[in-house]
């Protein structure tokens, strides 16, 4: 019913982001940015590894709240196994 601005989140193209329920949520963009919120929206954090890619990442699907894919530039699949704190080229 309302939007909010988050300012300082990224300086990144964002491209889509998914949410798995109202808290959990991801947004991916260029520079293979992806950022995750557990709580709405209102912060956003990078995943804990770095991406093995550089590249720009278009869209994200999460199964549920371990299990996700994003798909980029050059044919590029992502993986995590585990809420998106690691991602693995597939």
Same mark, same amino acid.
């Given at each position: ?17 998914? =949410?798995?329920? /109202? &808290?959990? @949520?991801?947004?991916? *963009? !260029?520079?293979?940015?992806? +950022? %995750?919120?557990?709580? $709405? #929206? ?19 699907? =999460?199964?549920? /709240? &371990?299990? @996700?894919?994003?798909? *980029? !530039?050059?044919?590029?699949? +992502? %993986?995590?196994?585990? $809420? #998106? ?6």
């Amino acid at each position: 019913s309302q939007w909010k601005q988050v300012t300082d989140a990224t300086y990144s193209t964002l491209n889509n982001v998914f =949410f798995l329920n /109202e &808290n959990v @949520g991801w947004i991916v *963009g !260029s520079s293979g940015t992806i +950022l %995750k919120t557990t709580d $709405g #929206g209102h912060t956003w954090e990078k995943p804990t590894a770095p991406l093995p890619v550089d590249a720009s990442i278009y869209s994200i699907y =999460f199964v549920d /709240e &371990n299990i @996700g894919y994003a798909g *980029g !530039s050059h044919d590029l699949v +992502l %993986k995590s196994v585990d $809420g #998106g704190a690691n991602w693995s080229s597939v």
